[in-house]
């Protein structure tokens, strides 16, 4: 198959481009333009140009390595033949009304599966909003303004191409963004473990999120799983009650969520509750090293927020270990005596020595997660210079939970992050980071929530 093709595609012909705005075909056009590469509107009726790029009328009139496939599914078993004369290695194919509406859906998904077989065309779709990869600008989507994502380090593959733009666009609102965003849709031959190998490979990618909802090689998913070095985060949606919504929306076959649940923890691949929770997961498996354990040390400087983050990871299986009489020596030297110098550990209020306070309870042996909650002020701002020195000096994961005006925030909080610190602007959110980490060391029991 032609996965080369789909992740670095020299040329890219867009099957049924339009000059006509609001049309499919003249979405895909306005997000793949900005791509490094030749690009061919193909439409036999089209004349003219769009976007600067002459029509043709055959894709068998191009050199493409990628199609993307903006017509009808009726019109595809034509269109996959004469890729397959052209050579076209990958194609998209955004249309729906294929296996997920059965019948003679599903036989047209079959009819389109074995010509791209016979010619090594792997396909995403049908029944998709596409995929992007914002680092190389490549945004093979129709869906509007999707190429205002940029780069992040977390690659999201959802089998709903809706749920996998939802949580791209909360990243890009969040100041972050994605390494690359795969919707799967029906997945006529190309699945998550094809997905996850390539992005397990690339660089720019310190997780994968993945949205499924079912699928029919489960085992080969768990594997591709288990044996990826890149975290691995997931999110099952799709209870058994709603079979017949599930299975209407990509084909999927009814499954149970326990049974990913079982078969992905034990693999150390933390199952998330919302989208909300596969993004924050996400980042904090990429932002820093896999923990030795669930031994938390915890820093707050507002006692009410951290007892809300103590219960919730608590819940979650974190330990709060007796801090070293070491590091109980130097919390003495720097808190008042009026806080909690035990772990947690309460400051009160942010102080000027909060930095040497994360700094004392991140070096303790006894630690292997450090998290952090502060409230701005702007006397002190934060211990981003401690941090720093912190990181680069322990192998530990570090998570920051911040509070306070955004702009106030912005600046450091970006720096924070810059150094492998991420943070996070709700105690729940942050918590779950945590979570997320305990629950990516292998064999570790189920948290139960």
Known sequence: MGMSDLFEPESIAVIGASATPGKLGN???TNIQVYDGDIYPVNPSGSGSVYGYDFVDSVTETDADLALCCVPGPALPEVFEECGEAGVGAAVVFAGGFAETGGEGRQLQ?????????????????????YIIPHVDFYASFVPQIRTVETGNVGIVAQSGGVGVTAAFQLAREGYGVSAMFGLGNRANTGFAEIISVLDEDPQTGAIAIHIEGTDDAPEVFDACQRAETPVIAFKAGEEDLDTFVQAHTAAPMQRNEMYAEAL??????????????IDGGRALAGGPTPDGPNVGYVTAQAGPGIIVADYLNEAGAVFPELTAETRDKLDDLLLGITYSENPVDTGRPMPEFGEVIDAVARDDNVDIVHVYEIYEDSLGYPVEELEALVRDIDKPVIFTVAGPHDALAEERAQMEAIGVPTFDTPERGAYAVEALIDSIPEQPSTGR
């Open 110 to 130: 079959e009819e389109i599966t074995q010509i791209a077989n016979e010619y090594d065309i792997s396909i995403i779709g049908p029944n998709t909003a596409g």
């Open 265 to 278: 923890e034990s693999a150390g691949v933390p199952m998330a509750d919302s989208v909300t929770e596969l």
């Open 27 to 29: 979405d895909a056009m």
